[in-house]
T-cell receptor
Framework: DADVTQTPRNRITKTGKRIMLECSQT?????MYWYRQDPGLGLRLIYY???????NKGEISDGYSVSRQAQAKFSLSLESAIPNQTALYFC???????????FGPGTRLTVL | GQQVMQIPQYQHVQEGEDFTTYCNSS?????IQWYKQRPGGHPVFLIQ?????EVKKQKRLTFQFGEAKKNSSLHITATQTTDVGTYFC????????????FGKGTTLSVSS
């Protein structure tokens, strides 16, 4: 969905490097999410935020941190990247958990 | 922890055959959503089911929510090559609005 953008779209980095993935949305949604997708494992929730002052850990938050800089922006950081963090990362937005979530195009991250 | 199991993991069909994917939760769900991810794409919302025993149709797709609100299914009648992709179910487990819990998905391939 063009209303949810992610940068970069692809990134190759080395073990130990700090990396930030950014997500922006123009939908005006208050809720934002970061997911990780690995083959055969589906989508796993890393962090989510219900509004600017709210941050919640998801299923697999270890090794990650997030920042909700504004309603429209939600960044995911890997403080010290490791190879098993190689995955496809999706940002999503929503108005409430009972409504649909809108996914960004994804960021493919490779950690060497 | 809370889990949403989805089977089968993979399904190959001939064009025109039917396809069904099943989703089972270890706990009662407040609602369940279905998403489709085309190869190389991002998940896109298909539908949400809320009521016990609910059945919804979208053209050749039929979605069901079990009476106990612990299982759901997606049935595609007379598959087409455009149906190729991975289908995910995602459940919300309580009224407090916890994040969606995604199944691992069923990847459908269709040969003509």
């Amino acid at each position: 969905d063009a209303d949810v953008t992610q940068t970069p779209r692809n990134r190759i980095t080395k073990t130990g490097k700090r990396i930030m993935l950014e997500c922006s949305q123009t939908k005006g949604h208050d809720r934002m999410y970061w997911y990780r997708q690995d083959p055969g494992l589906g989508l796993r929730l890393i962090y989510y935020s219900f509004d600017v002052k709210d941050i919640n850990k998801g299923e697999i938050s270890d090794g990650y941190s997030v920042s909700r800089q504004a309603q429209a922006k939600f960044s995911l950081s890997l403080e010290s990247a490791i190879p098993n963090q190689t995955a496809l990362y999706f940002c999503a937005t929503g108005l409430a958990h009972y409504n649909e979530q809108f996914f960004g195009p994804g960021t493919r991250l490779t950690v060497l | 922890g809370q889990q949403v199991m989805q089977i089968p993991q993979y399904q190959h069909v001939q064009e025109g055959e039917d396809f069904t994917t099943y989703c089972n939760s270890s706990t009662t769900l407040s609602n369940i959503q279905w998403y489709k991810q085309r190869p190389g794409g991002h998940p896109v919302f298909l539908i949400q089911l809320v009521k016990s025993g609910e059945v919804k149709k979208q053209k050749r797709l039929t979605f069901q929510f079990g009476e106990a609100k612990k299982n759901s299914s997606l049935h595609i009648t007379a598959t087409q090559t455009t149906d190729v992709g991975t289908y995910f179910c995602a459940g919300v487990t309580n009224q407090a609005g916890t994040a969606l819990i995604f199944g691992k998905g069923t990847t459908l391939s269709v040969s003509s």
